[in-house]
């Protein structure tokens, strides 16, 4: 009981911190909203703003009280920057100014190594700058060279920072719940699991360790691959707080004056970098979540490297799959099959009228199909396509929206680079490739066991369940009354089905036999592939197409 009585001390006395945080931060936020302006919308204070402030727009007021208000606030902004489906023109373009920089804290960075790591910086490092070279709000980075000469970089959180983000967070929930309790608009555009989507995102930003981590499996993912440079990380100067990677020297990839004063092709350079990105998407499945040009760097070599792995998008197999079928029904403008991958995908999908959501998606193809490739603004059409699903309620999963967010800004970099390049056609060899890889034998085999099983596991719980049903028939528990119209019609789509299961089979038996084949590696063969094997893949590819095309509904 005493120990009960303790652990309920110490859970009473965290709340209790929790909450003085919590109000000392709201009372500093208050203040800062006062003097751009918002406090009457706080019911905090009447001032009217004054001087140089009284003469700016309501935005720009809005994203210098973001800066103001800190990491969090400014984090938050740059997620909606690239909202044009929620938020006016004007507001998206001051969010779009939103900086990270902020005023550089002294810090002993030797001291911090010693303490924060264990390690004698002397032992390691033959010189630190004192000064910071980059100043950001979660982290201040100091340039180094190690004892073998190796120049790098130490990002170094800053002291009490997850203490702060904390104590907005709890303030940002508990006002997005305030409004989305008070106004459908707020509910309608799903604040709540925007802002959850957000917290996830900005706590992994402010773990190195994940940061360790999500390089190492970039890394990994991309190892052998000639475009893109891999920074060297050093773990063992690493930890939660400081994170210690080789120094790059290169230019921004949006800067076109340095690309060619380096003799570079910024054409080839932005073409590159999209490929990157696209790989990353379509075949990896873990991608950089902010893609902007500081992120992207391009070496004297032409390699492009990317940097800051805080926040990434990632991907189960399943949800892949999920995406390329969503990727392949969008650009083959198939309404009926984007629908139900969207259905599969979203976390909730409160649609009332699936007709209207069907010509709704139809008119946003017919203005695709209507617009030059070279004027089409992926901006504007991503946000068009993000407003139909918001005026639907459904609600597509975070990385959907990271991925969204990615996209726009690689199509920006492109832009500036080569004015002509649309990323819309870009993905037209990917969605192929997807489309062959799952032709290919291999997907084949793992489709048709995958089919197998289930119906395997169908037959295994069939005996029962039909005996279960004649028991309750026999018991009276049962009783079933139906007036059947159209015998004659159910009767023959029944026996189609039936047939197609029939045939279903038997291409998975084909394929798992013509699998086993391939194994054995009998001959006669044709390409290196046994005759026999060919011949079975091929008749269970054309009874596949005859079970897809017969199964499509006739108009």
Same mark, same amino acid.
């Given at each position: 009981?005493?120990?009960?009585?303790?652990?309920?001390?110490?859970?009473?006395?965290?709340?209790?911190?929790?909450?003085?945080?919590?109000?000392?931060?709201?009372?500093?936020?208050?203040?800062?909203?006062?003097?751009?302006?918002?406090?009457?919308?706080?019911?905090?204070?009447?001032?009217?703003?004054?001087?140089?402030?009284?003469?700016?727009?309501?935005?720009?007021?809005?994203?210098?009280?973001?800066?103001?208000?800190?990491?969090?606030?400014?984090?938050?902004?740059?997620?909606?920057?690239?909202?044009?489906?929620?938020?006016?023109?004007?507001?998206?373009?001051?969010?779009?100014?939103?900086?990270?920089?902020?005023?550089?804290?002294?810090?002993?960075?030797?001291?911090?190594?010693?303490?924060?790591?264990?390690?004698?910086?002397?032992?390691?490092?033959?010189?630190?700058?004192?000064?910071?070279?980059?100043?950001?709000?979660?982290?201040?980075?100091?340039?180094?060279?190690?004892?073998?000469?190796?120049?790098?970089?130490?990002?170094?959180?800053?002291?009490?920072?997850?203490?702060?983000?904390?104590?907005?967070?709890?303030?940002?929930?508990?006002?997005?719940?305030?409004?989305?309790?008070?106004?459908?608009?707020?509910?309608?555009?799903?604040?709540?699991?925007?802002?959850?989507?957000?917290?996830? !995102?900005?706590?992994?930003?402010?773990?190195?360790?994940?940061?360790?981590?999500?390089?190492?499996?970039?890394?990994?993912?991309?190892?052998?691959?000639?475009?893109?440079?891999?920074?060297?990380?050093?773990?063992?100067?690493?930890?939660?707080?400081?994170?210690?990677?080789?120094?790059?020297?290169?230019?921004?990839?949006?800067?076109?004056?340095?690309?060619?004063?380096?003799?570079?092709?910024?054409?080839?350079?932005?073409?590159?970098?999209?490929?990157?990105?696209?790989?990353?998407?379509?075949?990896?499945?873990?991608?950089?979540?902010?893609?902007?040009?500081?992120?992207?760097?391009?070496?004297?070599?032409?390699?492009?490297?990317?940097?800051?792995?805080?926040?990434?998008?990632?991907?189960?197999?399943?949800?892949?799959?999920?995406?390329?079928?969503?990727? !392949?029904?969008?650009?083959?403008?198939?309404?009926?099959?984007?629908?139900?991958?969207?259905?599969?995908?979203?976390?909730?999908?409160?649609?009332?009228?699936?007709?209207?959501?069907?010509?709704?998606?139809?008119?946003?193809?017919?203005?695709?199909?209507?617009?030059?490739?070279?004027?089409?603004?992926?901006?504007?059409?991503?946000?068009?396509?993000?407003?139909?699903?918001?005026?639907?309620?459904?609600?597509?999963?975070?990385?959907?929206?990271?991925?969204?967010?990615?996209?726009?800004?690689?199509?920006?970099?492109?832009?500036?680079?080569?004015?002509?390049?649309?990323?819309?056609?870009?993905?037209?060899?990917?969605?192929?490739?997807?489309?062959?890889?799952?032709?290919?034998?291999?997907?084949?085999?793992?489709?048709?066991?995958?089919?197998?099983?289930?119906?395997?596991?169908?037959?295994?719980?069939?005996?029962?369940?039909?005996?279960?049903?004649?028991?309750?028939?026999?018991?009276?528990?049962?009783?079933?009354?139906?007036?059947?119209?159209?015998?004659?019609?159910?009767?023959?789509?029944?026996?189609?089905?039936?047939?197609?299961?029939?045939?279903?089979?038997?291409?998975?038996?084909?394929?798992?036999?013509?699998?086993?084949?391939?194994?054995?590696?009998?001959?006669?063969?044709?390409?290196?592939?046994?005759?026999?094997?060919?011949?079975?893949?091929?008749?269970?590819?054309?009874?596949?197409?005859?079970?897809?095309?017969?199964?499509?509904?006739?108009?």
């Amino acid at each position: 009981m005493v120990l009960g009585a303790d652990l309920n001390k110490k859970g009473d006395k965290t709340m209790m911190e929790n909450q003085k945080k919590k109000l000392k931060r709201t009372v500093s936020l208050v203040k800062i909203l006062a003097k751009y302006g918002f406090g009457e919308l706080l019911n905090y204070t009447n001032n009217q703003t004054e001087g140089e402030i009284s003469s700016l727009s309501v935005y720009e007021r809005i994203r210098m009280a973001l800066e103001e208000l800190g990491p969090t606030y400014v984090k938050f902004g740059q997620a909606f920057s690239s909202r044009e489906d929620l938020l006016p023109k004007e507001m998206i373009l001051e969010l779009q100014k939103l900086q990270d920089n902020v005023e550089a804290k002294p810090m002993d960075v030797r001291e911090l190594l010693n303490t924060d790591l264990g390690v004698d910086p002397d032992e390691f490092f033959a010189e630190i700058d004192p000064e910071p070279f980059a100043s950001a709000s979660i982290s201040q980075v100091y340039k180094a060279t190690l004892i073998n000469g190796q120049r790098v970089i130490l990002k170094i959180k800053r002291p009490g920072i997850r203490e702060v983000v904390a104590s907005d967070m709890l303030i940002m929930k508990d006002i997005a719940k305030l409004l989305v309790n008070y106004s459908e608009a707020f509910r309608r555009i799903n604040l709540v699991e925007v802002l959850e989507a957000f917290e996830k !995102s900005i706590f992994q930003e402010l773990s190195f360790l994940n940061e360790l981590a999500n390089i190492d499996r970039f890394s990994r993912n991309f190892k052998g691959n000639e475009s893109i440079y891999l920074a060297k990380v050093y773990p063992e100067l690493s930890n939660d707080n400081i994170l210690c990677m080789e120094f790059l020297d290169g230019v921004k990839i949006s800067d076109k004056d340095a690309l060619l004063s380096m003799d570079l092709d910024p054409a080839a350079i932005a073409r590159k970098g999209l490929d990157l990105y696209l790989i990353q998407v379509l075949e990896h499945g873990f991608f950089h979540a902010d893609p902007h040009p500081g992120n992207l760097m391009v070496l004297r070599s032409g390699k492009i490297a990317f940097i800051d792995f805080g926040s990434m998008g990632s991907l189960t197999p399943v949800e892949k799959e999920m995406l390329e079928d969503f990727v !392949s029904h969008f650009m083959a403008q198939d309404a009926k099959r984007l629908i139900a991958v969207m259905k599969k995908m979203a976390i909730r999908f409160n649609v009332t009228d699936e007709n209207q959501l069907e010509k709704d998606i139809h008119g946003f193809f017919d203005l695709l199909d209507g617009a030059s490739l070279e004027q089409m603004d992926i901006k504007e059409v991503l946000g068009k396509f993000s407003a139909i699903l918001n005026n639907n309620e459904i609600l597509m999963p975070d990385h959907l929206y990271l991925l969204v967010r990615g996209i726009v800004l690689i199509e920006g970099i492109g832009r500036a680079l080569v004015p002509d390049l649309n990323i819309i056609e870009s993905l037209r060899p990917y969605i192929l490739k997807i489309a062959f890889r799952k032709l290919s034998p291999e997907e084949l085999k793992k489709s048709g066991l995958k089919l197998l099983r289930t119906l395997t596991e169908a037959m295994k719980t069939m005996p029962d369940d039909v005996q279960s049903i004649i028991s309750k028939l026999n018991s009276g528990e049962l009783k079933v009354q139906q007036e059947v119209q159209g015998l004659s019609a159910l009767n023959k789509m029944m026996g189609k089905g039936i047939n197609r299961m029939v045939m279903a089979v038997v291409m998975c038996g084909l394929l798992i036999s013509s699998s086993v084949l391939i194994l054995a590696d009998k001959p006669p063969k044709l390409s290196g592939i046994p005759v026999l094997a060919l011949t079975g893949f091929l008749i269970s590819i054309a009874l596949g197409l005859y079970i897809l095309i017969s199964s499509r509904p006739k108009n």
